[in-house]
Each structure stands twice: as C-alpha cells, then as structure tokens.
C-alpha cells in the first residue's frame, strides 16, 4: 500500500529521514512525542509535503502520480476537519456525494445517527469529541484502500474510543487487503488496534516492531544499583536512573523471568517503550 525510502524532509530546526511500509491488510501505527515527525510523514503519504529526497510510493506509484480515482482510495482523518466550522452533516453529505464516486451516503448518515451527531448542528458547536467521530465516519465513507488516521480517537471517552475502534476493525473486516496508518498518544488504542508499531524520534526511525511482540517479549526491569551491576546485559535496551533504582528496558523478558527470580519485571507496554528510549538522560 505504502512504501517510503530514505524520506528526507528539512526544516530550519528539524529533519525528517526516514523508511518505513504498509502491506495489504495491516495496520500500523505510529508513535513518538510532540515533533517527532509523525506529521511530517502522514502530510508526505499524502503528497501534502513535498520531499527533498527519497521517494514515497502509495498504490505501488509515486505519490505525486496519483490520479483523482486513485487519490479517493485513501480516507484520511486529521486533527482539522477540513471542512467550514458553519457547515452542519446534512452540507457536508451533499459535498462528499460530489467528491467521492464510490461514496456510501447511508452508510455515513446512519453511522453520524449512531455516533449521536445532529445532522442539523453547524460544526462549530460540535465538542472536540464529536469532530473526531465525524472525522473517522468520514474517512470510511467512500470505500478506502487506505486509511490515514491521525489522532482519530483524541478528545473521547472510554466508551466513544471503543465505538470508533470497532468502527475501523469492522471496515478492515469488510475488505482484508484495506490496510490503515494510525497515529495515537493513547497507546492502549493502538496496543489492541495495530499490528506493527513504528517509533519516530526527532525524526528517526528508532524501532519498528509487531504489537505482539512488544506485549509479549518485552519488559521493564526494575533493580537496585546492586543487583544492577550482577545483570547479564545482553538483552537490555536502554536504561533509566529513578530515585527508586534503575529501570532497564529489555526485549527478552522471558530470559530474566526464567533466571533473574528476585526482581520485579512489568509486561511491556508501548508507553514505557516511548518513555525508555526517547530519555536523553539514558
């Protein structure tokens, strides 16, 4: 679906260099801290930045050589709407029926119904839960290959997340070649969403890696100095001082369970991955 090489992007203060792919049929989601580059690569895939290098390829052509037809097979959903603040969903209904040639309009006004939003309420009066329920519904609107979710489930409940998530895994189900990038600070959406992660850090790819994996092989070690200096280090990744001890990031938690069975060991989770190996002080 999605294939970018050697990506480079340079700003005054900030460099984007980086690689990454999505496959028919998964999805990927992408984390890192505020300026990490995550932007930067989502506007990229959707030829809204230009390169000063490398390539990015969509649909297996050069992003920049995508026809209207092939642009309409990817549904995006970014912080801005894109759409007028005194538009309401009636108005915004007529202008997808024009945009989108495969585009579902019972499918989107009787999933607006079931997310609660008022066909006939201006966007501008919609809470910042409401704008991202719309943003999704939109996305999944017109029979997409491509799903670019930025944020998708920002400034919702418990509940209201779920609700979206199960919308995207049933759209997934209806076609197992449609494939999504998902950007999120809630990592728990992406822990039971994603099948791979990819971390970007000031502009680097610092570690790409299945869910899975993380949630089963992956730990957070907690020591004192003494019993820090006995650990065979062989499967650590980064290390953290607290004013507890040390904490040490391993990808072989399995190993120091079996022989380590003194010390406390926490499941892996993509938080700690972000805290861990985005700490300058390590």
């Known amino acids: ?3 970018i090489e050697n990506l480079q992007k340079n700003y005054k ?3 984007l260099d980086i690689s990454m792919e999505i496959s028919p049929g998964r999805i990927v989601g992408i984390v890192g801290k505020n300026g990490a580059g995550k932007s930067t690569t989502i506007k990229s895939i959707l ?3 230009k390169a000063d290098a490398g390539s990015v390829r969509v649909f297996d052509k050069d992003v920049s050589e995508l026809t209207v037809n092939e642009k309409e097979k990817i549904g995006v959903a970014l912080s801005d709407s894109g759409f007028s603040m005194y538009l309401n969903i009636n108005d915004i209904n007529k202008i997808l029926k024009k945009m989108y040639k495969e585009y579902d309009e019972k499918f989107f006004l009787d999933n607006c119904k079931k997310q609660g939003l008022d066909t006939k309420k201006l966007l501008k009066d919609f809470s910042t839960g409401m704008k991202a329920k719309l943003r999704v519904i939109v996305a999944i609107s017109h029979k997409a290959r491509l799903l670019i979710l930025d944020e998708p489930t920002a400034g919702l409940d418990v509940e209201a997340r779920n609700a979206i998530l199960d919308l995207i895994r049933k759209y997934l189900i209806e076609d197992e070649e449609r494939s999504v ?3 999120s600070h809630i990592s728990t959406d992406l822990e039971s969403l994603s ?3 990819y971390f970007i850090h000031k502009g680097k790819i610092i570690l790409h890696e299945e869910t899975g994996n993380i949630i089963d092989q992956y ?3 907690k020591v004192d100095e003494n019993v820090y200096n006995k650990l065979d280090k062989e499967y650590i990744i980064k290390t953290k001082k607290d004013k507890y001890g040390i904490k040490c990031l391993t990808n072989q938690k399995q190993f120091y ?3 380590y069975s003194d010390i406390v060991i926490e499941n892996g989770k993509i938080d700690d991955l972000i805290l861990m190996m985005t700490d300058n002080n390590n």
Request: glycine share 10%; charged share 25%.
């Open 1 to 3: 679906m999605v294939k």
């Open 181 to 183: 990038l998902i950007s």
């Open 13 to 15: 203060d900030f460099n």
């Open 219 to 221: 730990g957070v070690l």
């Open 257 to 259: 369970l079996e022989n």
């Open 47 to 49: 030829g809204i930045v």
């Open 195 to 197: 099948d791979e992660i």
